[in-house]
């Protein structure tokens, strides 16, 4: 049974960072091309940054560009995201989410496996 895991969530005060990690079990890994999303509060799930299975990137929401670096561990299966100069509105459960496609636009065609998320804050 395939699974992913976020860790690395928390509260964190404006301009922090934070690295959330998604770690991957049950899945043939190379595969897949991994996603974050986040759900803020009242407010509809928005795709954040994508990598795809040969580790090229792609940010899906404007509003993280310059701030936030997603990367890929193959030899752990883990995905990770770096969040610089964190604010308020970022405040969100973040899911990791995997598509089995090389590409992230595979996302477009489903998504195949979600985290369960963790939660990020940031205020003061």
């Known amino acids: 049974q395939a699974q992913l895991v976020e860790s690395g969530g928390g509260l964190v005060q404006p301009g922090g960072s934070l690295r959330l990690s998604c770690a991957a079990s049950?899945?043939?890994?190379?595969?897949?091309?991994i996603g974050w999303f986040r759900r803020a509060p009242g407010k509809e799930r928005e795709g954040v940054s994508c990598i795809d299975s040969s580790g090229g990137s792609t940010n899906w929401a404007d509003s993280v560009k310059g701030r936030f670096t997603i990367s890929r561990d193959n030899a752990k299966n883990t995905v990770y995201l770096q969040m610089n100069g964190l604010k308020p509105e970022d405040t969100a459960v973040y899911f990791c989410?995997?598509?089995?496609?090389?590409?992230?636009?595979?996302?477009?065609?489903?998504?195949?496996?979600w985290g369960k998320g963790t939660l990020v804050t940031v205020s003061s």
């Open positions: 989410a995997a598509a089995k496609n090389y590409y992230c636009s595979g996302f477009s065609y489903g998504t195949d496996y």
């Open positions: 049950g899945l043939t890994w190379e595969l897949y091309a």
